[in-house]
């Protein structure tokens, strides 16, 4: 597992955006696809810590990258092992964190991911005599659809 997380790290996949390199290394005939839901974000809060945690990861893989990138060019030995055992700090956290991420929404950065929002609230801002008019016309409604 950590293998081909590091190994999908290091290809640089983002997350968000469709990177050029999977578009390039697909085969030429892909197989079938399709969505299959995996988590209900049920409120704004569950909502915001979800976005905030693949966020978190984002970064962590970024810091991975360059860590590695490091690591890669660096030449000097004492260094080297300095960066290494910094890069496998940094892979074990990823790693965890995205065990972490997988229990609780189903998510994990070896896939890509489409969210659709279930529910949105449009709220705007009124006087109180606008808002009393409002409920008055949403309850004439409401009786008219009875």
Same mark, same amino acid.
């Given at each position: 597992m950590k293998k081909s997380l590091l190994l999908l790290v290091t290809t640089g996949l983002t997350l968000l955006s469709g990177g050029q390199l999977l578009a390039q290394s697909a085969p030429a005939t892909p197989k079938q696809q399709r969505l299959i839901h995996v988590s209900t974000l049920n409120t704004i809060e569950a909502n915001q810590a979800f976005q905030n945690n693949v966020q978190i990861m984002q970064a962590r893989r970024q810091?991975? /990258?360059? *860590?590695? $990138? *490091? /690591? $890669?060019?660096?030449?000097? *030995?004492a260094k080297k092992k300095d960066l290494k055992t910094k890069v496998d700090a940094l892979l074990a956290k990823l790693n965890e964190d995205n065990q972490t991420m997988l229990k609780a929404?189903?998510?994990?950065?070896?896939?890509?991911?489409?969210? *659709?929002p279930v529910v949105s609230h449009v709220y705007m801002m009124v006087t109180d005599e606008e808002a009393a008019r409002f409920d008055k016309e949403q309850a004439a409604a409401a009786k008219k659809k009875k």
């Open positions: 810091e991975l /990258l360059v *860590a590695k $990138d *490091a /690591l $890669d060019k660096e030449t000097n *030995a929404y189903g998510f994990t950065l070896e896939r890509n991911y489409t969210i *659709a």
